[in-house]
T-cell receptor, first 114, second 111 residues
């Protein structure tokens, strides 16, 4: 069964460091997303990406965040200068069509900022 | 007002029990509705979509009331493996709008 894969599964970093989280969406999917979930909180939308550009982003997705699809398969989330409050589980997701198409999530990358 | 509200629980029920979860959403323009399941420290996984006519999948029944902006999930004959957090999820369904998640309701099924 095709799946969304994410690396690393867990990253520990010092405050102020740059972090890149990687995702390989399902191969025929066209719409890509990053969500995050702070421990004990709800899943929150960060950004959506389609046709090689950001289609929507939330208030959380400020100038410290960026996304890229550098090579047609990977979809990356970069956090330029991490803060303590960036500690969370980051989920990549993809779907094949807009609207009601099922969203498939990766297993997540746990980021711990010290 | 929160976009998607759920009773956080936890709901602790014995095996075999029937349990119901409720959810309300604030945006009346919402078009698509889902229940996702999330196990501890795992990713959300789609349990079922919710249709206006109501729909059933085995022991699970989902209902939607657009007038009241209310969604429900009923689990019959609970199994130990049903223990998880159940997420109510709503989508405006216009273009590529993101899903909006509730905080989830935790269920523990006890032997």
């Amino acid at each position: 069964e095709p799946e969304v894969t994410q690396t690393p599964s867990h990253q520990v970093t010092q405050m102020g460091q740059e972090v890149i989280l990687r995702c390989v969406p399902i191969s025929n999917h066209l719409y890509f997303y990053w969500y995050r979930q702070i421990l004990g909180q709800k899943v929150e939308f960060l950004v959506s990406f389609y046709n090689n550009e950001i289609s929507e982003k939330s208030e959380i997705f400020d100038d410290q965040f960026s996304v890229e699809r550098p090579d047609g398969s990977n979809f990356t989330l970069k956090i330029r200068s991490t803060k303590l409050e960036d500690s969370a589980m980051y989920f990549c997701a993809s779907r094949s069509r807009q609207g009601a198409g099922e969203l498939f999530f990766g297993e997540g990358s746990r980021l711990t900022v010290l | 007002r929160k976009e998607v509200e759920q009773d956080p629980g936890p709901f602790n029920v014995p095996e075999g029990a029937t349990v119901a979860f409720n959810c309300t959403y604030s945006n009346s323009a919402s078009q698509s509705f889902f229940w996702y399941r999330q196990d501890c420290r795992k990713e959300p996984k789609l349990l079922m979509s919710v249709y206006s006519s109501g729909n059933e999948d085995g022991r699970f029944t989902a209902q939607l009331n657009r007038a009241s902006q209310y969604i429900s999930l009923l689990i019959r004959d609970s199994k130990l493996s049903d223990s998880a957090t159940y997420l109510c999820v709503v989508n405006l369904n216009s273009g590529n709008t993101p899903l909006v998640f509730g905080k989830g309701t935790r269920l523990s099924v006890i032997a």
